[in-house]
């Protein structure tokens, strides 16, 4: 475990990297419910126009 | 030669070999962050001022770089969708922009941590650097603002487009600030007269990372132009057939 210790700036170290683990995923995630989102609209509306 | 790029720029090709690109895009980035972090962390010497608070610099400086190259492509797409009236351009811009912002946000957080042990502070208001990056991530916000209050999507893109471009003069501020003023921040390490000034297993982390970074933008980038582009083409056949397939009754 001791290689996990940072010294005294164990905390700015590992939150920073935490942080950005964090913005990374956040980043992935949002891509990929944007596009699921505009894919379920353009369904929806395309089933809508040809039902007419 | 012409003919590549006229394919390439049409949006239904786009579409798809983006589809193929992204999976690989992430692999790499992936593989070369966990390069970067496991080595950055855990086998790179400790540094003799800064001792282990130095190893902020495998996820701060790639963020900060990732934040001024996502301007970077932001600006010139604008410019090229202005000028060649390209719409995929304008696509890239409009996708390259929250990311930015996103890595912006990264970039200010991790140096404020840093900052706060090594500087005492956590802000400093009228530092070069900070101000001028910070002002950086108000131009993505203005930029994705400007869009979102134009309805009319031609029009967004031209007017968007133009505060990218005039947004553009802050990039060489910003790397420049540390040389220009005095600044609390320090100078650049890698990119520096006599070439870099670290230890080679403290550089080839920093290295990884900011690669693993640019990958993983590069992916994300795709993602979100391909979700641009499926909005902007919604009237055109290529899409209807792609989400309602021949067979499948309305």
Same mark, same amino acid.
């Given at each position: 475990?001791?290689?996990?210790?940072m010294g005294?700036?164990? /905390?700015?170290?590992?939150?920073?990297?935490?942080?950005?683990?964090?913005?990374?995923?956040?980043?992935?995630?949002?891509?990929?419910?944007?596009?699921?989102?505009?894919?379920?609209?353009?369904?929806?509306?395309?089933? @809508?126009?040809?039902?007419? | 030669?012409?003919?590549?790029?006229?394919?390439?720029?049409?949006?239904?090709?786009? #579409?798809?070999?983006? /589809?193929?690109?992204?999976?690989?895009? #992430?692999?790499?980035?992936?593989?070369?962050?966990?390069?970067?972090?496991? /080595?950055?962390?855990?086998?790179a010497p400790v540094d003799e001022?800064m001792n282990d608070g130095f190893r902020?610099?495998?996820?701060?400086?790639?963020?900060? #770089?990732?934040?001024?190259? $996502?301007?970077?492509?932001? $600006?010139?797409?604008?410019?090229?969708?202005?000028?060649?009236?390209?719409?995929?351009?304008?696509?890239?811009?409009?996708?390259?922009?929250?990311?930015?912002?996103?890595?912006?946000?990264? $970039?200010?957080?991790?140096?404020?941590?840093?900052?706060?042990?090594?500087?005492?502070?956590? =802000?400093? =208001?009228?530092?070069?650097?900070?101000?001028?990056?910070?002002?950086?991530?108000?131009?993505?916000?203005?930029?994705?603002?400007?869009?979102?209050?134009?309805?009319?999507? $031609?029009?967004?893109?031209? @007017?968007? /487009?133009?505060?990218?471009?005039?947004?553009?003069?802050?990039?060489?501020?910003?790397?420049?600030?540390?040389?220009?003023?005095?600044?609390?921040?320090?100078?650049?390490?890698?990119?520096?007269?006599?070439?870099?000034?670290?230890?080679?297993?403290?550089?080839?982390?920093?290295?990884?990372?900011?690669?693993?970074?640019?990958?993983?933008?590069?992916?994300?980038?795709?993602?979100?132009?391909?979700?641009?582009?499926?909005?902007?083409?919604?009237?055109?056949?290529?899409?209807?057939?792609?989400?309602?397939?021949?067979?499948?009754?309305?």
């Amino acid at each position: 475990m001791e290689i996990f210790m940072m010294g005294k700036y164990s /905390a700015h170290v590992w939150s920073s990297f935490g942080i950005t683990a964090v913005v990374l995923i956040v980043c992935v995630i949002q891509a990929r419910v944007r596009h699921q989102n505009v894919l379920s609209d353009l369904k929806t509306r395309i089933k @809508a126009m040809e039902s007419e | 030669m012409w003919r590549f790029f006229h394919k390439l720029a049409s949006p239904p090709h786009f #579409y798809g070999l983006a /589809a193929r690109m992204i999976p690989w895009f #992430y692999a790499a980035g992936l593989a070369l962050v966990i390069y970067g972090t496991v /080595a950055g962390l855990f086998y790179a010497p400790v540094d003799e001022e800064m001792n282990d608070g130095f190893r902020i610099i495998y996820v701060h400086v790639p963020a900060a #770089y990732i934040s001024m190259s $996502a301007y970077m492509v932001m $600006a010139i797409a604008a410019g090229i969708g202005l000028i060649w009236r390209m719409k995929l351009a304008h696509a890239v811009a409009a996708g390259a922009a929250p990311l930015g912002a996103w890595f912006t946000f990264l $970039a200010l957080l991790t140096g404020s941590i840093w900052g706060r042990p090594m500087w005492g502070t956590w =802000w400093e =208001w009228g530092d070069p650097r900070l101000t001028s990056e910070l002002l950086m991530l108000f131009l993505y916000f203005g930029y994705m603002a400007l869009r979102a209050a134009i309805d009319d999507t $031609a029009k967004a893109d031209k @007017a968007s /487009a133009v505060l990218a471009m005039v947004g553009a003069v802050n990039i060489p501020i910003i790397h420049f600030s540390v040389e220009w003023w005095t600044s609390l921040h320090q100078g650049p390490t890698i990119l520096k007269e006599g070439g870099p000034g670290i230890h080679p297993d403290m550089l080839y982390p920093l290295l990884g990372m900011i690669l693993g970074f640019t990958f993983l933008f590069g992916a994300l980038l795709l993602a979100r132009v391909r979700t641009e582009v499926l909005q902007r083409e919604r009237r055109s056949r290529w899409v209807r057939n792609l989400i309602m397939p021949a067979g499948e009754a309305a």
